[in-house]
């Protein structure tokens, strides 16, 4: 409504006497800067937005008899129709915006509601395996240990010279490794099998241990990092640094989870899918989810080393 005092008038118009015209609109409260309106405008689509006073004042211009205008602090007893209103604004919103229909908008709430419900299952499960953790004598020199004797975990073929090519890129490359495990175990692992030390430019963005004075784990890092928030808006401010001004991104994850890991950042991105097994029954959701799909412990596509300039 770029013209409020327009509507007003209109409104005055064609009521009946003794009729009465409802509405709801954005008041100025009192204290609020200027910049805090201009914040808040750009959010929105109105020109602008009156106090209560100037409101009062179109109303009299349109002949309306103003009993009362002041700021009584409380919301309006139809704020709970209004709140309704919005939800259902937001819904068709969504729909038209999107092009989907019923059926599919349903299927998303869906899948919301179930994600509401898995979470805290999966906090608490995350939370008891911690709590045994933490029982045993856990310390920095005896993960190492564990790692060195473990001969089940391999670097994908491949990888070992995807990380060199981006770590002597110049421009270096950066590479952010996001793993719902314990980043600890990731970076000793890699400090092992690695023919190079990391550089700078690679982050593991993981849960973490923490470890007292003497090396010892006496507790687990928060908040947690699961399968359902592996997000950008996860990243610490370090790594968002790394992101600042790029404009391309390579994804690679082995669970359809990982196709998020991207989302929060502005670029253009190509996701690569490892389906390690039960892969005729998860193609379907892997090709929906990513652009290239490797299969059976397959190496790093040659795509991924093209998209790196190599």
Known sequence: MPDKQLIIDQAARIVKPGGKVMFTDWIEGEGLSNP???RFLSLMTFPAIPTVKEYAQMLEKAHFEVEVAENSGRFSPAMDSYVHMLKLQAVY??????????????KLISDFEFMAKLVPIMHEWYGQVHELILKEYVTKDNIASAVSSCKTIQVRDGMVDFLRACQTHDPVIPVIIMSAGLGDVIEEFLRQALPFPLQESTHVVSNRMV????GRLVNFSEPLLHMFNKTAAFFPEVTKKLTEGKQLCLLMGDGVGDATMADGLDVETLKVGFLNEK??????????????????DGPVPEEAFKAIGR
Do not use: C, S
Request: aromatic share 12%.
């Open 93 to 106: 919103d969504t729909k038209k915006l999107l092009g989907w229909d019923d059926e599919a908008y349903d």
């Open 279 to 296: 892969v005729e029954q998860r193609m379907p959701e892997f090709q929906q989810k990513f652009d290239i799909v490797v299969t059976g």
């Open 36 to 38: 805090e309106a201009q």
């Open 211 to 214: 470890f007292d004075e003497t």
